[in-house]
């Protein structure tokens, strides 16, 4: 780390960008951009323009490079290093839990980046990306029962249903031919969307009946492009034409399709009540916390649990066997001893090929924050790169 600024000349600059704000009523963004960039200094960065470095990266997740090129600049520049006037990205345990910790004490919490969390197509926010300091612990409270380990242990035997039946599947397929491939990475997906969909909606999606995609599983796929072409287009409003210009018409179709498809399912689950009879998302969240969530919250949230609970899933454990394949000393103490170790080969497996490669942008509180024992300015955007953490040689020995 490059160090310029000391903590107390720096928190002298941070009073100095909080009385402007008052005076002037303006943000760092504005005309107090240069004072932040001043705080910000002393951490490593590429020698660019400041202006520069952020349209490289954004330009990076546009393409999907974000997380390669962000590890690249945390071995050349440390364990924090700017990506901007005033973004930071960190990779360390201590940064970890200074950036995503919740309020404790008088440490004031650091919310979600409004420029890195987009709404559902009706224009709501969902529990993953709610940035509202006061609606976010709200939401959390609705769901906490829907995600205790009571809740768990309730959905072991529905889970284990779904898991029966892609066994099932493959031992029948085995038997009418012994030497049939598998598509392990469709077959994972088929079982993950199954769970959720009956977690979610109260029913599955037939996918391990069918063996395949349908049109609303792909449109589920599309619209994690349209997030990357919405996300530039928030960071640079002016380029708004030039972005949507090259965007596929179909990615948006798609992505106003799966909401909508989420949305005619939630009512139809919803027309049934609370029965009792299933522990699905809603039975557990109503029947606990009624009038919590309006409906068109209920719609963002189920949308985003189709898209967070399921592919993610089943990447991860395709990339979980596929390590195993590759060791066969390992899979076969996996199959000696199942719990325990198993449950390391995940760890590892999580760290190795994180399905989601950085945590979401979170953004300092008026009163700034300490960050793994360094005062960071108000209003500076700030990110765990998990990919970058993960291959750090300060977190995990031998970890390339």
Known sequence: MIAILTNEPARALGD???????EAGKDPHGTN???LCAITMKFGCP????GAI???????VFVGDEAKWTKQMHDQYGETVRLGPDRLTCTTPQGWKDISGHRIGGRQENGKDPKSVLPEHNGKYSLATVFDVKENPRQRKVFTHAFSDKALRLREPLIRQFVDKLIGNITKAISNDPEVRFDAVKLYNYTNFDIIGEITFGEPLGLLDTSEYTPWIYAIFSNLKRLAFLR?????????????????RKVMEDARDHFGDSAT????????GTKGDKPDFWELTLSKRKDYLTQGQMYANSSTFMIAGTETTATLI???TSLLLKHPDQMEKVKEEVLPYLS???????????????TLFRVTPASGADIDGNWVAPNTRIVISIYSANYSERNFKNAK
């Open 16 to 22: 100095k960008v909080r009385q402007n704000q008052a």
């Open 33 to 35: 951009r240069h004072l």
């Open 47 to 50: 020698k660019s323009d400041e």
């Open 54 to 60: 952020g349209l490289v990266f954004m330009y990076k």
């Open 232 to 248: 530039f287009n928030l960071e640079f409003p002016a380029f708004g034409a030039v972005i949507r210009a090259p965007t596929p």
């Open 265 to 272: 399912r939630v009512d139809k689950r919803l027309a049934k």
């Open 318 to 320: 395709s990339r979980l």
């Open 344 to 358: 390391a080969c995940f760890e590892e497996a999580l760290r190795v090929y994180p399905p989601v490669p950085t």
